[in-house]
């Protein structure tokens, strides 16, 4: 943290200086934020979309069976 601190501002923690750096470290803040989010849903499309396609396939075909028990008794 002292580190990020020196390297950020360098010796002036003027208010001016905390005002310039506020937009970059929000945008960081808020960049952390929707990767957290979004990360989960994009690992699961790409290494668990055939488990998912056949997840829906199998609620297809059930309801299809189904429907064509109902109408035919």
Do not use: R
């Not at 020196?6 to 803040?29: D, E, H, K």
């Not at 979309?49 to 189904?66: D, E, F, Q, R």
Request: glycine share 16%; net charge positive.
């Amino acid at each position: 943290m002292n580190g990020f601190l020196q390297q950020t501002f360098n010796g002036n923690y003027s208010v001016g200086m905390w005002l310039a750096n506020l937009i970059p470290c929000t945008m960081v803040f808020i960049a952390f934020i929707i990767n957290m989010l979004f990360i989960p849903s994009m690992t699961q499309m790409i290494f668990g979309g055939v488990a998912g396609l056949t997840g829906s396939m199998s609620k297809i075909v059930g309801g299809a069976v189904a429907a064509a028990v109902a109408g035919g008794a």
